[in-house]
């Protein structure tokens, strides 16, 4: 058993924690959010992620996994500490990186302390970026803490950048593809061998450069993929070609692989957009311009328009139109509604003078916060009443097993955009709808 420290209660952290718990180790979370803390120490995890919330409590009942508000408790019982604070885009794309200095800083104020009041000999401590940060700040970390931090402290840093998809982030950290660890000697390789070895996935091990620079890397390569087939569903649309037989088509080649080649509405979400613009931010400040990223981007943006170009070859005229959006979440099996393409759509819609309806299954009270003039229906068929344009906007297993036949009993016009690509649409023409999907024909 290891005691594991995790500083940052928010989705990576607050994972990474409960699955280390349920591992059979002691561990620590602390967040400066109180009221999260207060909550997380009754049960209640302050977002959706499937399963977790299960853990938490079971993990906190076998007293393997507590909450705090305090950094130097952390530090003073942990022998690992997991830096997992966010890491937004600034202004410029950068990644604004003061949340892991700040925790930096405060860590090496705890080695003071204890260095002053503790008579033990042995306080080395194992640092680890899990947050997704530019290379080079492991550098800043190590170095932040050495100037703060009394003299004699042992420790080493290291990078361990989490893959953690919102939706089955549990799964994600007990059955990964692959674990990856920056490292500076042995003694680090050897804890993580030992805190990983009841997972059955290979361990790369690498510099800690190399580490940072891998999930970046990795993050700006699946957004591509998202922005070529989309990139290609245009053409689609232009000679009336599939682009679902396209992919699939692309995809039986083994160097390719199915995975990402989705066309729809656009990525979305915490990782991959900011990821972007900060690889491209970190690229320009080495001193190369990465112009293929950019472009990534801005296919990423036109996606979008397409939705508004599709409901004015529906509808001719938009204004005054009620527009029902079901989905808003940036992907199912989450609430999480940041950089959604949805949200993007529904303000576009309102632009347009357009009269907005929209459900998600758990992200409305999330964009209340946000758009709080839109009427929030109950359910799909409360949205679908009196619309004359329904979009599919977050493919939710829910709206697959929608009766459409009463959906069409319900709307005003029978006109449907697939952005997802999800719904049979020769099924839905069979019912009376005139819809259609992203790089496909109209059906």
């Not at 640092?127 to 530019?134: A, G, L, N, R």
């Not at 290979?202 to 940072?212: H, R």
């Not at 990534?296 to 029902?324: C, H, M, P, S, Y």
């Amino acid at each position: 058993m290891k005691k594991i420290g995790i500083i940052g209660a928010g989705h990576v952290g607050l994972v990474t924690g409960a699955c280390f718990a349920k591992l059979e180790n002691s561990v620590i979370c602390v967040d400066n959010d109180k009221e999260k803390i207060k909550k997380l120490k009754n049960g209640v995890v302050p977002f959706y992620e499937p399963g977790l919330q299960d853990i938490v409590r079971k993990q906190l009942k076998n007293k393997r996994l507590f909450f705090s508000d305090s950094i130097d408790d952390l530090v003073e019982s942990s022998e690992i500490i997991f830096i997992c604070v966010g890491t937004p885009s600034s202004a410029d794309g950068r990644a604004d990186l003061s949340y892991v200095e700040q925790a930096s800083v405060q860590i090496a104020r705890a080695l003071n302390k204890i260095k002053k009041f503790s008579s033990k000999k042995n306080n080395y401590k194992l640092i680890v970026e899990k947050s997704t940060v530019p290379v080079l700040t492991g550098e800043w970390v190590k170095r932040t803490i050495e100037v703060i931090a009394p003299t004699g402290i042992d420790f080493d840093v290291a990078a361990n950048p989490e893959f953690l998809r919102e939706g089955s982030a549990i799964k994600d950290f007990f059955e990964p593809d692959r674990i990856v660890v920056g490292v500076e000697n042995e003694r680090t390789k050897k804890i993580f061998n030992e805190i990983y070895k009841p997972i059955d996935a290979p361990i790369i091990f690498t510099d800690v450069k190399s580490a940072e620079i891998i999930k970046h890397a990795s993050n700006s390569f699946l957004a591509m993929k998202i922005s070529y087939i989309n990139a290609i569903s245009q053409i689609c649309e232009k000679v009336g070609a599939d682009v679902e037989m396209i992919a699939e088509g692309m995809g039986a080649d083994s160097r390719i692989g199915r995975s990402f080649l989705k066309a729809g509405i656009g990525y979305g979400g915490s990782c991959f957009p900011k990821d972007v613009k900060a690889f491209i931010s970190i690229a320009a400040e080495l001193g190369y311009d990465f112009d293929l990223l950019k472009d990534v981007e801005k296919i990423n943006t036109q996606q979008k328009n397409i939705v508004i170009k599709k409901a004015r070859e529906f509808l001719w005229n938009l204004k005054d139109k009620e527009i029902g959006v079901l989905g808003l979440a940036f992907k199912p099996e989450t609430d999480d509604i940041r950089e959604s393409p949805s949200l993007e759509i529904i303000k576009l819609f309102l632009n347009e003078g357009c009269i907005v309806k929209c459900y998600d299954p758990k992200a409305m009270e999330n964009t209340k916060k946000f758009l709080p003039g839109l009427y929030y229906g109950g359910d799909a068929y409360d949205v679908a009443r009196g619309s004359h344009l329904l979009i599919l906007a977050t493919e939710w297993e829910e709206f697959k097993k929608l009766n459409f036949d009463r959906i069409m009993k319900l709307m005003r016009m029978p006109y449907i955009i697939d952005g997802r690509n999800f719904l049979d649409l020769k099924k839905l023409k069979k019912s009376g709808f005139i819809c259609c999907g992203i790089g496909k024909k109209m059906e």
